[in-house]
C-alpha cells in the first residue's frame, strides 16, 4: 500500500497528467532503456581510446624534414612533439626507427608569415601571423600500416612588431615556440583519441 501511495505522490506532481502508477512503471522503464543505451553512443574519457594498437610500446620520433625556408623550425617541432609524447603517454620515445615498434615521420611543408594589423600614420606594420603546414605520418613498422596520416596540418600564431626593425627576427621566435607546443598537443591528441 505504501509503495502504490508514493507512485500517486509521485505521478501527481507530473504536469497534465492523472496519476496513475502505470505512468510512473513507464517513466522508470523510459529513464532504464536510456540509460543502458547512452553508454553506446561512443563516448569516453579523454586518453582511453587509442589509434596505436596495444602491441606498440616504442614510438620513434626522428627529426622531421625541413622544405622550408625556415631555419631550425623542424627542430622546434620535433622537439615539442616528443615532450608532448612524453608527458602525455606511456610509450617510449626513441630518436631514431631502429628498435622502435612504429616511427612518427614528418615534414614542415612550408611557413610563411604575413602583417595583419598596421599603424595608420606610419603604414609600418605592427602585427604579423606566421603560419606553418605540415605533414606527418604514424606507421606500424611491423604490419607497415599507416596508423595515422594528416597531410596538411595548418598552424597559425599572431606577434606583434618592435618598433625597432633589429628586434623583429627576435619576437618570431616565441611566436613559433607557442605553434609548435599548439601543433605537438594538436597531433599527439589526434594519435591517441579515437574520434
Known amino acids: 500500500m505504501k509503495n502504490e501511495e508514493r507512485n500517486w505522490k509521485f505521478a501527481s506532481l507530473l504536469p497534465g497528467t492523472s496519476p496513475t502508477p502505470s505512468l510512473f512503471r513507464s517513466c522508470l522503464l523510459l529513464t532504464a532503456c536510456c540509460l543502458l543505451f547512452f553508454p553506446a553512443c561512443g563516448y569516453h574519457v579523454a586518453g582511453t581510446a587509442s589509434r596505436i594498437p596495444p602491441d606498440v610500446k616504442t614510438v620513434a620520433v626522428p627529426a622531421f624534414k625541413n622544405l622550408s625556408t625556415t631555419f631550425r623550425i623542424e627542430q ?34 612550408d611557413v610563411r608569415a604575413r602583417a595583419i594589423t598596421f599603424d595608420i600614420n606610419t603604414g609600418r606594420a605592427t602585427s604579423l601571423q606566421v603560419q606553418v603546414t605540415a605533414e606527418v605520418k604514424l606507421e606500424d613498422l611491423h604490419s607497415h600500416k599507416i596508423l595515422f596520416s594528416n597531410s596538411s596540418y595548418v598552424f597559425r600564431e599572431e606577434y606583434q612588431v618592435s618598433e625597432s626593425p633589429s628586434a623583429l627576427f627576435e619576437e618570431d621566435k616565441p611566436a613559433l615556440d607557442r605553434l609548435s607546443r599548439d601543433f605537438a598537443r594538436t597531433l599527439v591528441t589526434d594519435i591517441i583519441e579515437n574520434f
Not at 620535433?78 to 615534414?107: C, M, Q, W, Y
Open 76 to 109: 622546434q617541432l620535433t622537439s615539442a612533439v616528443t615532450r608532448e609524447f612524453l608527458e602525455r603517454t606511456h610509450f617510449r620515445i626513441l630518436p631514431n626507427p631502429a628498435g622502435a615498434d612504429a616511427v612518427l615521420k614528418g615534414t614542415v611543408k
